[in-house]
């Protein structure tokens, strides 16, 4: 793949005609969702998809999501459309959510990782609405950055990215979510593989039933690597009150310190030790909105390593835990060290453990598969 960090400007615009036919050219496009921008290709066919997972340098055992113009088109792509896929469907699409349902035969077994079950969803973002209805299939698209890294929530970051490897570029402004969808599992019992832009407590309310976040499942979907999001800084992850004094720490000791400093904590900014701090925002959706502008932003200052703390889970801050986590996660998938937080499970479910210590991208995260 191009080592290029640019790509030409005339391969950037708003040409949606063009987009498209790429796409039916057996090109790639990377287009703007609510979410993140996404790195497109026809969901049909196969040697455009396996160039999907060769220019981010994915495993070709992750599935890719694939996108719809609208919920109309679901019965083409799926085995069959069960009632909670409906209610979901109806409630929050367009918009940041993905249903995991069986795979119907139009579905190639590239797109899916070799699994039965398929992923799809229809983004809220006009561009990708007019890409998607003037191509008129549907785009099988991960995000637009290569495997493991901080996603993409601007045109320009998919240049910095993959430059030349993407044929056309679809500039829809920044992304209005900024984290990815949440991917609902509804081959059977409701379950949350990823949390995204839809909360736990609005699917619930849709559904009319608790739905777990799943440590683990038979279902593989993107986003659940262990390390995942991930800047060029090494981030460390401890408790809201030992942000400040962590960072003072590591800045003692010479490095360079990127700081996201909790809202309650936001008074010592001035006084926060570090090459960079941001004060992260009070609410939930603009600190979703912001997160990986502020993971990109670190390593624009070449921060070395960032101290952060996870939100509280409830709301989009679970979404954001996760990211966090990730972004914290092993890339050696060496243990956690004692007395670190960690994220553990009880059964299936997802819960923290810990909380006197820290974590970062040398100790391991979680227990979820990597596969």
């Known amino acids: 793949m191009s080592d290029q960090p640019g790509i030409a400007p005339e391969r950037v615009g708003l040409d949606v005609e063009r987009a498209a036919g790429t796409l039916r050219a057996g090109g790639l496009v990377a287009f703007p969702t609510e979410t993140v921008y996404g790195l497109g290709a026809d969901a049909e066919n196969v040697d455009a998809v396996e160039r999907v997972f060769a220019v981010k340098g994915r495993p070709s055992t992750h599935p890719l999501i694939v996108h719809l113009s609208g919920a109309r088109q679901l019965p083409d792509w799926v085995a069959e459309v069960p009632d909670a896929a409906r209610r979901v469907a109806d409630r929050f699409w367009p918009g940041p959510v993905t249903l995991v349902l069986r795979r119907g035969r139009r579905v190639p077994r590239a797109v899916t990782g070799g699994l039965e079950t398929v992923a799809l969803r229809v983004p809220d973002h006009p561009v990708a609405r007019a890409l998607l209805t003037a191509f008129g299939g549907g785009v099988a698209a991960p995000s637009a950055n290569r495997f493991g890294s901080v996603s993409p929530t601007a045109a320009a970051h998919v240049g910095d990215g993959l430059g030349a490897d993407v044929d056309y570029v679809l500039d829809g402004g920044p992304c209005a979510v900024g984290v990815e969808s949440t991917i609902v599992d509804l081959t059977g019992a409701p379950a949350i593989l990823r949390p995204g832009g839809v909360t736990r407590e609005d699917l619930e309310r849709a559904l009319g039933c608790s739905v777990p976040v799943r440590a683990r499942s038979a279902v593989r979907v993107p986003g659940q690597h262990p390390s995942h999001y991930a800047p060029r800084a090494r981030v460390v992850l401890v408790e809201p009150g030992q942000v400040i004094g962590h960072a003072e720490y590591l800045a003692a000791q010479g490095r360079r310190v990127g700081v996201l400093l909790p809202p309650e904590f936001a008074d010592g900014a001035g006084a926060c030790a570090g090459q960079r701090v941001i004060a992260v925002p009070d609410s939930g959706a603009q600190y979703a909105r912001r997160l990986f502008e502020f993971l990109r ?34 890339r050696s998938q060496t243990a956690a060290t004692p007395g670190c937080s960690a994220v553990a499970e009880r059964g299936d479910e997802v819960f923290e453990v810990g909380g006197a210590g820290c974590f970062d991208q040398d100790e391991i995260v979680g227990t979820k598969d990597s596969t």
């Open 297 to 330: 932003d670190f390593d624009r200052h070449e921060c070395e390593v960032v101290v952060a703390s996870v939100p509280t889970p409830d709301g989009l801050g679970l979404a954001i835990a996760d990211r966090l986590r990730r972004a914290a996660g092993s």
